[in-house]
């Protein structure tokens, strides 16, 4: 008979303690054994959404479609670039022109809200057809009967503008008072009178001059009569313009009215006449 030492009998005893124990319920609902004490933790799985930055492409589920330059601001009415939901922003019209839009001619703009072009400045007109059509200053040679004279010029040659929305005005002059040349706004330049004399101009005689500005006639050497200036000739004024003016100076009754007594003897004693 083999005898068993104390050390065996108390592993034995050690054995089936732990054997009932895993028949008591040694394992927990999830069938994991709880031998040795050891825990088991469980994390639920989570889905991270990747951030939305706003890069500027409409339609792909971004909060904020941008304004199409990848940097996520929304568009911009005035900065001058054309975003998606713009037609033009300022002075950039992405090209268009008033002839792409359909009209003749003319400036193009860009609507405040630049959601369409301002198509005030375009003309529906056809521009050198020699028909002056609705908003034409003037068309080829039809200037509306225009000249340079008419439009404040001295002279030269009228024409009218490629875009028939003004005149050209490159072949005018301005007037030059003292070349000879009745110009503009001048009724006379030096010695060319226009055809005028002291006559014309309501006096009985004499000899008229043109002023230095060339815009109107000296009449200093005009007389109001035709008579002697050493009688009382009946007449305003005599015929020598030296004595009239001296005397009329003194005395206007002499040129205004009549050449009388009082106008003779001014000539003699107060200018000169010789009787």
Partial sequence: MVSRSPARIALIASLGWLVSSCSAGGEDEGGFSTFGNTSFTTTASTTVEPETTGDGEPGDGDPDPGDGDGDGDPPSCGDGLVDPTEACDGSNLAGETCVSLGYASGTLG???????FDVSGCSSATCGNAVIDDGELCDGPELQGQT???IGFAGGQLGCN????????SGCVDATCGNGVIEGSEVCDGNNLGGQTCATQGFAGGSLLCNGSCTGF???????????CCTDNGYPGCQVPSIQNCVCALDPYCC???????CVDAAIFDCGAVC
């Fill in 218 to 228: 000296n009449t200093a050497g005009c007389t109001n009569g035709s008579g002697d």
């Fill in 256 to 262: 205004d009215t009549l050449w009388d007594s009082l």
């Fill in 162 to 169: 490629p875009n028939c929305l003004s005149f050209d005005v």
């Fill in 148 to 150: 340079c004279a008419s």
């Fill in 110 to 116: 860009c609507a405040p809200n630049c959601a369409d």
